[in-house]
């Protein structure tokens, strides 16, 4: 069963973080990102991976699929949102 982590890039940051909390579903994911957005205002673009993913990753637009865009970037958006 794969686990997911949510990770953000700080306002004006290009290397994702994390809080390293793991979730079951990308939507309970999802979830906490949304919560974490009416709470804090420290970041601007923000992703659900799987726990696989290597941490410290930097932001790459044309390559990263992104829940969340307050910047505006190019990056291509969750498919869960379409």
Request: hydrophobic share 35%.
């Amino acid at each position: 069963m794969v686990k997911y982590r949510t990770e953000v890039l700080g306002v004006g940051e290009d290397t994702w973080s994390s809080n390293n909390v793991e979730y079951k579903t990308k939507k309970e994911a999802m979830k906490w990102l949304d919560d974490l957005r009416m709470r804090w205002f420290g970041y601007d673009v923000a992703r659900v991976v799987p726990v696989s993913t290597p941490k410290d990753q930097k932001f790459n637009p044309s390559k990263d699929i992104v829940y969340q865009d307050f910047r505006g970037t190019s990056a291509r958006k969750s498919r869960e949102l379409m």
